[in-house]
Structures are given as C-alpha cells and as structure tokens.
C-alpha cells in the first residue's frame, strides 16, 4: 500500500473521529440544558468548554426565536456540512 494512500486513510478517519466528538459533545450538552443543576463539573465542564466557541459563532447569526435555541441544530448541521465537504477535497485513493 502506498504512503499516500494510506496519509488520506488516517487525515479521513481524523476528521471522521473530530466530527463524531463534537457531535456527541453537543448532544451531551443538550441532555445536560434540560436538567437543571446539571452542570457536572468533570464531564460538563469538559462538554461546555469543547462547545462554546462554536455555538457562540453560531448563535451570532441563529438567534433564539421564542426562547426557543435552534443553535445547537444548526451547529450539528455546520459540522455535518463541512466534514462533507472536507472529506469531498480530500484527493481519491488510487
């Protein structure tokens, strides 16, 4: 198997495993919102700090309508979006 070959096998499963962590991370941050008080200090410390850069960039352009929060469904969408989009550059093996 070629070098090449095997550099866009591991840069894909890389950006498979990023895209796979920030959406749990999100999903874990969602469940957590819904209970009160349930702000862990190891795990949703860890969940609220992987999170909030990127839905304080989505909540400046999707604000809350209603007192309803879609940011967390348009920050799932921007992952799933650009991880499409990464692995579509990302040169065919031979």
Not at 41 to 54: H, I, K, M, Q, R
Not at 70 to 83: D, W
């Amino acid at each position: 198997m070629c070098v090449t070959c095997l550099l866009r096998v591991f840069v894909e499963a890389a950006i498979n495993v990023v895209s796979g962590a920030l959406t749990l991370a999100l999903f874990i941050r969602v469940a957590l919102s819904w209970i009160p008080g349930a702000r862990l200090p190891v795990l949703g410390g860890a969940v609220y700090a992987s999170t909030d850069w990127l839905l304080a960039a989505v909540r400046r352009v999707v604000r809350p309508i209603d007192g309803a929060d879609f940011s967390p469904l348009a920050a799932l969408l921007l992952i799933n979006a650009v991880t499409f989009l990464l692995l579509r550059i990302l040169p065919p093996v031979i």
